[in-house]
């Protein structure tokens, strides 16, 4: 080992917390099975950064063999290389991935097993903070729909499989890669479309693609019947005193008990238990950024949203409190 090599890898123990000789390369993907924070050190203290259940992450390396801490590369957050409990998931070698597509049955799908879905629903104006550069944040004004109403992330099949249904090596590749463009255009109705563009702005982006080969093709749905179910779902909500309560305070700050107030009274007692809220780090502020609804099958485009509540526990939320933000970058000094 060269004297710089040594030095490199010394700097780096005395950064994450493990002695450098320990540390045990892994590569493959780390798969999210459940809500963890993700820390620049092993005994660092946690900070806004976390994983999300079904999200995947490249895996780096054990902090030693047989480790029970993994280090994961986070692309979109600062600094990216990240630490997890091994717990928190699965790690999937190329040897493991072999192994475990020799061991499917014949005709697996992963929606046949998913007992519960996930409305995942953004506060654009937020996302667009931290993602200024993307095509549908530079195109943002305080008249477009996203500016106060909910935006379409995704709705996602929570199953013991883990996304990318009957999904090709090469388009499943592409999504990893995040090259959404390369991923094949979806054979959906001309008024499906619209409505996509409507209310999910993300398809600037090409969300749209990517949300069917992750999650979209584990629903059971066709690409028109899975959007056209996930767009009535999302009309209940932003018909609802849920969004009437964001888009009537813009620029203030909302409670996690207020918004939970106001899914309850649309949709009926205890029906907050399905409701998570989600925010993030902006400067000082703090911002809603995200809400995330339980959902039980089957869902379809006629489904009523007070029927399809998965209210057998509370569902996961990050904060407390958070400003609605408007559209438009808050900019430096906020």
């Known amino acids: 080992m060269t004297g710089q090599i040594r030095h ?61 801490f993994l280090q994961i ?32 049955p014949p005709g697996f799908s992963a929606h046949r097993n998913a007992r519960q879905f996930l409305l995942a629903l953004s506060w654009q104006p937020a996302f667009c903070e931290s993602q200024p550069d993307k095509p549908e944040c530079r195109t943002q004004t305080a008249s477009r729909y996203d500016a106060d109403h909910f935006s379409l992330h995704g709705l996602w099949p929570q199953s013991q499989g883990l996304g990318y249904c009957d999904v090709s ?11 959404w ?43 028109e019947r899975y959007y056209r179910t996930a767009l009535f779902l999302l009309e209940q909500i932003n018909q609802s005193r849920l969004r009437e309560a964001l888009a009537g305070r813009l620029g203030e700050t909302v409670t996690a008990r207020q918004l939970k107030a106001a899914f309850a009274a649309s949709f009926g007692q205890g029906a907050d238990q399905a409701l998570g809220v989600g925010c993030r780090r902006d400067g000082q502020r703090q ?13 379809n485009e006629n489904t009523p949203l007070r029927e399809a509540l998965d209210v057998s526990s509370p569902a996961f939320g990050n904060c407390e409190a958070g400003v609605v933000d408007r559209a438009g970058l808050a900019g430096p000094g906020r």
Request: net charge positive; with cysteine.
């Open 287 to 299: 911002l809603i950024s995200e809400i995330r609804i339980k959902l039980k099958p089957p869902l």
């Open 181 to 223: 463009d390369l991923l094949p255009r979806l054979h959906l109705q001309p008024e499906t479309i619209r409505r996509l563009h409507q209310v999910m702005p993300g398809t600037a982006s090409g969300l749209e693609r990517h949300e069917w080969v992750r999650h979209g093709s584990c629903s059971g749905h066709d690409p």
């Open 8 to 68: 490199f890898l010394l700097a780096l123990g005395l950064l994450t917390g493990f002695s450098a000789g320990a540390f045990e390369p892994a590569p493959g993907q780390f798969l999210v099975r459940q809500d963890c924070p993700a820390t620049t050190g092993i005994h660092r203290p946690p900070d806004d950064v976390r994983l999300r259940q079904g999200d995947r992450y490249q895996a780096v390396g054990l902090n030693r063999q047989h480790g029970d």
């Open 169 to 179: 090596p090469l388009d499943r590749a592409s999504d990893e890669r995040r090259r």
């Open 73 to 104: 590369r986070m692309p979109d957050s600062k600094p990216e290389l990240r630490w997890v409990r091994l717990t928190c998931g699965e790690l999937q070698t190329a040897a493991s991935s072999a192994t475990a597509a020799t061991t499917k």
